[in-house]
T-cell receptor, first 115, second 113 residues
């Protein structure tokens, strides 16, 4: 399974952009990068995913380097409610069709948004 | 609320007892996962169902653990002869055919005393 490396913790000021890095140097060409977050005592929440191109949705942006060995999750205007553990995950497919897969979580990054 | 429901939310049991947890996925989702999460760690994959078929099971999963999804809807996870090391949050997630993201429930927190 491809592994990811994330800093254990980061701080961000409220209203500023939060940039969360992730290294996945052993990723294969057809493996997706997913980001989830987990607020204390809740289940993980999907944020965004991508393969090669940069992606943006209403929650965040995902920037993947051209060699796909690293990525950055960007929360453009962090709020106090964004304080959570953020997981960078490489999706591992059970079969070649991509419809059956598992998400292998690491320890994630604890992002603390300060007022 | 993601639509994935887990019951109970909390369970305290004595060592050696059997426990069973239930997961009700989002109704149209045919794929279902069980994960386990201990304090300070990310969720760890346990097993995966597509409809009623259990397609994948972690090699780390003890034979005291068994999961079922009899009609391809709700699922149960049973732990026999619980040990203190089984204390953890047990998470269920579901995934539909057209979706590429899994939705997680709030989890069942098990404490073995």
């Amino acid at each position: 399974d491809a592994k990811t490396t994330q800093p254990p913790s980061m701080d961000c000021a409220e209203g500023r952009a939060a940039n969360l890095p992730c290294n996945h140097s052993t990723i294969s060409g057809n493996e997706y990068v997913y980001w989830y977050r987990q607020i204390h005592s809740q289940g993980p929440q999907y944020i965004i995913h991508g393969l090669k191109n940069n992606e943006t949705n209403e929650m965040a942006s995902l920037i993947i380097t051209e060699d796909r060995k690293s990525s950055t999750l960007i929360l453009p205007h962090a709020t106090l409610r964004d304080t959570a553990v953020y997981y960078c995950i490489v999706r591992v497919d059970f079969n070649s069709g991509g419809s059956n897969y598992k998400l292998t979580f690491g320890k994630g990054t604890l992002l603390t948004v300060n007022p | 609320d993601t639509g994935v429901s887990q019951d109970p939310r909390h369970k305290i049991t004595k060592r050696g007892q059997n426990v069973t947890f239930r997961c009700d996925p989002i109704s149209e989702h045919n794929r279902l996962y069980w994960y386990r999460q201990t304090l300070g760690q990310g969720p760890e994959f346990l097993t995966y169902f597509q409809n009623e078929a259990q397609l994948e099971k972690s090699r780390l999963l003890s034979d005291r653990f068994s999961a079922e999804r009899p009609k391809g809807s709700f699922s149960t996870l049973e732990i026999q002869r619980t040990e203190q090391g089984d204390s953890a949050m047990y998470l269920c997630a579901s995934l539909g055919g057209a979706w590429t993201e899994a939705f997680f429930g709030q989890g069942t927190r098990l404490t073995v005393v």
